[in-house]
């Protein structure tokens, strides 16, 4: 859809490279064209967590329902059918109907930044902060088309057409006039700009739905919480949390009990986490603004803020910093292949304080939402090299596919990981119809 140009020509590059070493039996071009289709697309399913501290997922489910219909209705749009998924006991799937190319165009434009266009394609509304152009005449009720600029190069405010490369999303109605967009001294106000009536890709919008019952999040990372097992009454680092979707899982799994302390960079990125707490009413998980790089230190004492000593956690979660290049959907990624390849030692290094920091016979689970080797099976590699007191340990459950070939793990060890992988895309399943990611499940023996 977005064509080739979704990545650098050296990002392009070193993705077909990592084609070849994975798949070495498919065409790697081929292969790219498809990925790039995939990635450019969203999911086919909307996948949300149920808070079942809170409601059992059947009532969930109906309540869930009862919402979508009604913003159906309002919305011209055939029911959504809401489902249980059936491995996950705690999530439910929403499908979509087909994407339709045929939506007919209004004379009025509005031109949205990308990420915003790609919020969009996921179900969004428009908020008035994603908004670079709207014509003139633009008036709340007006029904316009809504195109996203795919380069960033529309300025903000263009009251003209913009003949940049850009992308259709569908319609929508109008809820604040175009001089409520753009003629404020400071910034765009807060608040939705554009309602969308009738969308390519049509999604539930779940902004502010039923949020104390659920919490949209892709299939993958319910999974990985999942694989990280965690029980009430444990003591668990979440390395990297924010914004806080594993950390409510696994206060939700524990049933509130025991603890749960959860890092990540800075004050903005604790608050996210601290409201989707409260939100959920989780008292067990304490949250500190910390660089994991520095969460071990053999002098410090196991509870109260970090830093801790050796051998503090029954478990730990290392979702950490990555390239991100599986997420969907995506329509232009600006990072350099320097950036890309400067994730495996930043990995590296908060992994190293997450194996001291873990008791014998504890658990760590290492995920990213990526695609690359070097940041995936490439860490797995490594781990598992440097630390003989790690054991490479089964999935439960394990509904992606396999770890891939291209690095010294062998097929045994390579089964034990969980790959939702973009390269090879088995049509029709939800469960592989999803973002790219990756788990891996390890055992502290000693
Ligand atoms: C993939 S996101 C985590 C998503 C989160 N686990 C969830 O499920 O909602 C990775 C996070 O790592 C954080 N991060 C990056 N470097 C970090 C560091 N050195 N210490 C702690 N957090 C870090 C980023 O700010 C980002 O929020």
Same mark, same amino acid.
């Given at each position: 859809?977005?064509?080739?140009?979704?990545?650098?020509?050296?990002?392009?590059?070193?993705?077909?490279?990592?084609?070849?070493?994975?798949?070495?039996?498919?065409?790697?071009? $081929?292969?790219? +064209?498809?990925?790039?289709?995939? /990635?450019?697309?969203? =999911?086919?399913?909307?996948? @949300?967590? !149920?808070?079942?501290?809170?409601?059992?997922?059947?009532?969930?489910?109906?309540?869930?329902?009862?919402?979508?219909?009604?913003?159906?209705?309002?919305?011209?749009?055939?029911?959504?059918?809401?489902?249980?998924?059936?491995?996950?006991?705690?999530?439910?799937? $929403?499908?979509? +109907?087909?994407?339709?190319?045929? /939506?007919?165009?209004? =004379?009025?434009?509005?031109? @949205?930044? !990308?990420?915003?266009?790609?919020?969009?394609?996921?179900?969004?509304?428009?908020?008035?902060?994603?908004?670079?152009?709207?014509?003139?005449?633009?008036?709340?009720?007006?029904?316009?088309?809504?195109?996203?600029?795919?380069?960033?190069?529309?300025?903000?405010?263009?009251?003209?057409?913009?003949?940049g490369a850009r992308y259709f999303l569908g319609n929508g109605k109008a809820i604040v006039s175009r001089q409520d967009l753009f003629c404020f001294e400071d910034e765009a106000p807060d608040g939705v700009g554009i309602k969308m009536m009738d969308t390519i890709y049509e999604a539930p919008s779940l902004n502010n739905l039923l949020p104390q019952l659920i919490f949209a999040q892709n299939l993958p990372s319910i999974v990985c919480?999942?694989?990280?097992?965690?029980?009430?009454?444990?003591?668990?680092?979440?390395?990297?949390?924010?914004?806080?979707?594993?950390?409510?899982?696994?206060?939700?799994?524990?049933?509130?009990?025991?603890?749960?302390?959860?890092?990540?960079?800075?004050?903005?990125?604790?608050?996210?986490?601290?409201?989707?707490?409260?939100?959920?009413?989780?008292?067990?998980?304490?949250?500190?603004?910390?660089?994991?790089?520095?969460?071990?230190?053999?002098?410090?004492?196991?509870?109260?803020?970090?830093?801790?000593?050796?051998?503090?956690?029954?478990?730990?979660?290392?979702?950490?910093?990555?390239?991100?290049?599986?997420?969907?959907?995506?329509?232009?990624?600006?990072?350099?292949?320097?950036?890309?390849?400067?994730?495996?030692?930043?990995?590296?290094?908060?992994?190293?304080?997450?194996?001291?920091?873990?008791?014998?016979?504890?658990?760590?689970?290492?995920?990213?939402?990526?695609?690359?080797?070097?940041?995936?099976?490439?860490?797995?590699?490594?781990?598992?090299?440097?630390?003989?007191?790690?054991?490479?340990?089964?999935?439960?459950?394990?509904?992606?596919?396999?770890?891939?070939?291209?690095?010294?793990?062998?097929?045994?060890?390579?089964?034990?990981?969980?790959?939702?992988?973009?390269?090879?895309?088995?049509?029709?399943?939800?469960?592989?119809?999803?973002?790219?990611?990756?788990?891996?499940?390890?055992?502290?023996?000693?």
């Open positions: 859809m977005a064509g080739n140009d979704v990545f650098s020509k050296e990002v392009e590059e070193h993705l077909t490279e990592i084609i070849q070493k994975t798949h070495p039996k498919v065409d790697p071009s $081929v292969c790219y +064209r498809e990925f790039i289709e995939t /990635i450019t697309t969203p =999911p086919a399913y909307t996948v @949300v967590r !149920v808070n079942t501290m809170k409601q059992s997922r059947e009532d969930t489910m109906k309540q869930l329902q009862r919402e979508l219909d009604k913003q159906c209705r309002e919305r011209e749009r055939e029911l959504s059918i809401v489902e249980p998924h059936l491995v996950l006991p705690d999530a439910l799937v $929403v499908k979509h +109907r087909k994407p339709n190319h045929e /939506i007919p165009k209004h =004379p009025l434009e509005v031109i @949205v930044d !990308v990420f915003c266009g790609m919020s969009v394609m996921r179900g969004a509304d428009i908020y008035c902060q994603g908004i670079m152009g709207a014509p003139p005449i633009m008036k709340p009720g007006d029904l316009v088309s809504v195109f996203v600029d795919l380069d960033g190069k529309c300025l903000k405010g263009l009251p003209k057409s913009f003949d919480s999942h694989v990280l097992d965690p029980k009430p009454g444990e003591y668990i680092l979440d390395m990297c949390a924010s914004p806080g979707g594993k950390t409510t899982h696994l206060g939700t799994l524990m049933n509130n009990t025991g603890k749960v302390i959860a890092f990540d960079k800075g004050p903005s990125k604790i608050a996210k986490i601290e409201s989707n707490v409260k939100m959920w009413d989780l008292t067990i998980i304490e949250p500190y603004a910390f660089n994991a790089c520095n969460a071990f230190d053999p002098t410090a004492p196991p509870s109260g803020p970090p830093p801790y000593p050796e051998a503090t956690f029954d478990k730990v979660l290392l979702d950490g910093p990555c390239s991100a290049l599986g997420q969907r959907p995506l329509l232009k990624n600006k990072s350099s292949l320097k950036q890309i390849k400067s994730n495996p030692p930043l990995q590296k290094r908060i992994f190293d304080n997450a194996v001291k920091l873990l008791k014998p016979g504890g658990t760590l689970v290492y995920s990213t939402c990526t695609i690359t080797l070097e940041e995936n099976e490439g860490i797995v590699c490594w781990a598992l090299d440097k630390y003989p007191c790690l054991s490479l340990e089964d999935q439960f459950p394990h509904i992606g596919g396999s770890g891939r070939k291209g690095t010294n793990l062998n097929d045994t060890q390579l089964a034990k990981l969980q790959v939702f992988d973009m390269f090879s895309k088995d049509e029709g399943s939800y469960d592989n119809d999803t973002i790219g990611f990756f788990i891996a499940k390890f055992k502290k023996i000693v």
